[in-house]
């Protein structure tokens, strides 16, 4: 179920398909079912930790920066948002 009211990007709605093809961006999913599963709800992943996945992503992204060498590219002089 997706709720486009929610995106500043597809509302106002004129036409639905369209709307989800041109504007959606994935903030606007409030409820996915796989096979009569809940797997999303309330946007939320049911299924997953997103948070240990995440964490383990972002291990694994600096494990991979630290092996390439590129560590020192993250003490940049700008102000970075990732860090």
Known sequence: MVNLARSPYAAPVHHPV??????????EVETVVVDGRVVVEQGRVTTVDEERVLA????A??????????ARLRQRPWRSLAY
Do not use: F, K
Not at 61 to 70: H, P, Q
């Open 18 to 27: 369209s709307a989800l093809v041109y504007s959606a961006i994935g903030d």
């Open 61 to 70: 992204a600096d494990a991979l920066v630290e092996r390439a060498g590129t």
């Open 56 to 59: 383990e992503a972002q291990a």
